[in-house]
């Protein structure tokens, strides 16, 4: 079965930071790009960024970019997302998922950033 389990969330104060992780398995990992999505309370589900696997490279919404890094660890089946500088506007729950993504969103992981 497929599974990617997001971890990492917390309570934290503006300008802190925060790394999430995201373990899978269930899949070829190196098949496939990985992303970290959000969603905020009474909001739609957002993307927040990703990774190919074909070369790496990376895509971040506007309102992360700068602040957020995402990498992938081939040898582990894992993603993580380094959070900096963290704004009140980024509570959200984060998921992790393949692109395109799968019907599995798990229950993710829940950011709090408190001002």
């Known amino acids: 079965d497929v599974l990617l389990q997001a971890c990492g969330g917390g309570l934290v104060q503006a300008g802190g930071s925060l790394r999430l992780s995201c373990a899978t398995s269930?899949?070829?990992?190196?098949?496939?790009?990985i992303g970290w999505f959000r969603q905020a309370p009474g909001k739609e589900r957002e993307a927040v960024s990703c990774?190919?696997?074909?070369?790496?490279?990376?895509y971040y919404a506007d309102s992360v970019k700068g602040r957020f890094t995402i990498s992938r660890d081939n040898a582990k089946n894992s993603v993580n997302l380094q959070m900096n500088s963290l704004k009140p506007e980024d509570t959200a729950v984060y998921y992790c998922?393949?692109?395109?993504?799968?019907?599995?969103w798990g229950q993710g992981t829940l950011v709090t950033v408190s001002s």
């Open positions: 990774i190919r696997n074909s070369d790496g490279s990376t």
């Open positions: 269930g899949f070829t990992f190196d098949d496939y790009a």
């Open positions: 998922n393949t692109l395109p993504p799968t019907d599995y």
